[in-house]
């Protein structure tokens, strides 16, 4: 969906480890957005970015880090991954016409040890 | 901050019959944006429905359609003729002028049965 690709799918790491989760997008859009969905509590926002270098924690943002260093590009970081982060992640873009919605990418599902 | 509710976990319907889905929430903002997304077992997030806040006409979508009540913070997805395919969970949300505050509801698992 508006060229969104999250990478990895899956991941499997232990926890104390650093993880980073990416997200390109193909469409110029102006803001990005990680979530985090569990089981019971639909999405939630952790980090956006409302342009280059430009970002705003969310709802959920302890233990997590982002970057975006170009427009196509917004990393999510776990410096230190717990069992709590264990979750599906999604990656969204806005293009902020009026009326855009949220576009999404597949969402990386990992997984804490 | 601004919250969105669906209190309905799980609902069913019949094949070809309708559905509503509710769905309230609470901003402090005039103008803002609501939509419905669904996420079928393939996790995938798929726009069904949008709507402005400034706008008094319900969104039509096809087999899907909206009452929104604005006075009533209330968001509530009509489908009609539903069909197996439908059978997914369900988000509502709401977009902030600020596009920062965006905040999901914990979503609706819909059934369909034949």
């Known amino acids: 969906d508006a060229g969104i690709t999250q990478s990895p799918r899956h991941k499997v790491t232990e926890t104390g480890t650093p993880v980073t989760l990416r997200c390109h997008q193909t469409?110029?859009?102006?803001?990005m957005y990680w979530y985090r969905q569990d089981p019971g509590h639909g999405l939630r926002l952790i980090h956006y970015s409302y342009g280059v270098k430009d970002t705003d924690k969310g709802e959920v943002s302890d233990g997590y880090s982002v970057s975006r260093s170009k427009t196509e590009d917004f990393l999510l970081t776990l410096e230190s991954a717990t069992s709590s982060q264990t979750s599906v992640y999604f990656c969204?873009?806005?293009?902020?016409?009026?009326?855009?919605?949220?576009?999404f990418g597949n969402g990386t599902r990992l997984t804490v040890t | 901050a601004q919250t969105v509710t669906q209190s309905q976990p799980e609902m069913s319907v019949q094949e070809a019959e309708t559905v509503t889905l509710s769905c309230t929430y609470d901003?402090?903002?005039?103008?803002?944006?609501l939509f419905w997304y669904k996420q079928p077992p393939s996790r995938q997030m798929i726009l069904v429905i949008r709507q402005e806040a400034y706008k008094q006409q319900n969104a039509t979508e096809n087999r899907f359609s909206v009452n929104f009540q604005k006075a009533a913070k209330s968001f509530s997805l009509k489908i009609s003729d539903s069909q197996l395919g439908d059978a997914a969970m369900y988000f509502c949300a709401y977009l902030g002028t600020n596009a920062g505050k965006s905040t999901f509801g914990d979503g609706t698992t819909l059934t369909v049965k034949p």
């Open positions: 901003t402090s903002e005039s103008d803002y944006y």
């Open positions: 469409e110029n859009h102006r803001y």
């Open positions: 969204a873009t806005l293009a902020r016409e009026a009326n855009s919605p949220l576009h």
